[in-house]
DNA sequence: CTCAAGAAACAATCATGTTTGTTTTTGATG
DNA sequence: CATCAAAAACAAACATGATTGTTTCTTGAG
């Protein structure tokens, strides 16, 4: 796909009743078409990967033409900006949405990250942030979402855990630790340097190890050992 | 580069005089040249990707012509699978130094797995890891490496740490720990998705970790916390 | 009737594998 | 020892296939 500079300021052509507000048929099904051909993208994304996802393909995937993509995005840089964007709206929704429904301690929510983490967003997602190593257009567009996230991450955490921020330091390891231990999983299962079978234990010890680093939960908290885990 | 099934046991014109031994200065110069070309691949992998690492790119790399390359290796594929071989004894070579070398105590280890992360032959890894996913023939390849990687590892960590052995699962456990905790860090630094300045507390905290589920070192090991980090 | 949605055809670019040509090494022969 | 032919190293040109952006064309809604 490629991803090149776009000509800011100029989609396609984007239809001039914006928002949500009330719009003619016409608007609404290029809102649908739209969301059809971003979704196709990282669809595609997740199948072929980034490298491989063409614009024949997302289109075939859509149920589209060529020429109808185009018309609706111009461009294939277009059409992987919104990708990009739809992506990280994504997660950012999976993070409140778990924060609101879970419970509030820290197996719950270390198994509510690590689910996400299964979910195809999170291949699409690292698909990108590899790619964007090597393309300097993609990492430009990468990097706030990712400084973005990570803040949202964390302040969702803070809100979750005021009994933690006696110690904002050892609180930022604790995220990170997580952060890094839980993705670091899912990539390793993903491409197969890690057998499945060490999930569950690795979880476990993760969780414990959270446990033990909070002042407050550590006294109250079992102090489980990495064996006790339920198949 | 995109690699193709290979006609097996047909390498573009191997010398008919193979091995270390004594040659006449042709299939010397063969030697480097493949020597080079694989070289320039690997470093091409870094530098664009594996996903635009192209048979001109890799000519260019090693200053040679797109034909003189195909002479030596026939195919993209087969170069790639040079790579790729390449880079595992590489690795495997950098476990065994690091075995003899240094110290044999958890920071000195984890320091040096970590440094080794830091090396190109990983990002390149990484990067046929990920690309290995959505292309059977690639992962048909990598796959027994991966295994033989993990395998030698492991044996690397029994003889290394004898002690340990009473608790087989624990050791086993903290092994996994210790790679995912590291490759997810170097990862997360690559991608801009974890700050620099986190490397250093988390190091200690596996240290930490690592220590905390030796059933020997637990008791004369320093129960150092996780602060006490010097820059 | 006018404009947007959608489709199809087109030219340009690029990587790949193949084929053909040129130089250098090698070792065999007169 | 000089020479020559075969093979290997290296280079260049060619044809093919795929992707990209553009342009032209049809259809349906407002």
Not at 177 to 202: K, R
Request: glycine content about 6%.
């Amino acid at each position: 796909m490629a991803l090149a500079a776009v000509r800011s300021g100029s989609p396609a052509r984007q239809p001039r009743e914006r928002g949500q507000g009330g719009q003619t048929q016409q608007s609404l099904k290029s809102a649908q078409t739209r969301a059809r051909l971003i979704d196709a993208t990282i669809r595609c994304i997740v199948k072929v990967g980034y490298a491989n996802t063409t614009t024949p393909q997302v289109a075939a995937e859509a149920g589209l033409s060529r020429g109808a993509m185009l018309h609706h995005f111009e461009n294939g840089s277009a059409l992987i900006k919104a990708a990009i964007v739809e992506l990280h709206e994504k997660r950012l929704r999976a993070f409140r949405r778990a924060a609101d429904t879970e419970n509030h301690d820290v197996d719950a929510l270390v198994r509510a990250y690590w689910r996400q983490l299964q979910k195809p967003a999170f291949v699409a997602f690292h698909e990108l942030a590899l790619a964007a190593r090597t393309h300097a257009d993609l990492a430009k567009i990468l990097q706030p979402l990712q400084v973005e996230y990570r803040e949202r991450f964390n302040a969702q955490a803070v809100a979750l855990f005021p009994e933690w921020q006696g110690d904002r330091e050892r609180f930022d390891l604790a995220m990170a630790l997580s952060q890094t231990m839980l993705e670091g999983m899912a990539i390793n299962v993903l491409t197969g340097a890690m057998a499945e079978s060490m999930v569950e234990p690795m979880l476990g010890l993760l969780e414990d190890q959270i446990r033990a680093m909070n002042p407050k939960l550590s006294k109250g908290g079992r102090a489980k050992s990495a064996k006790d885990q339920p198949d």
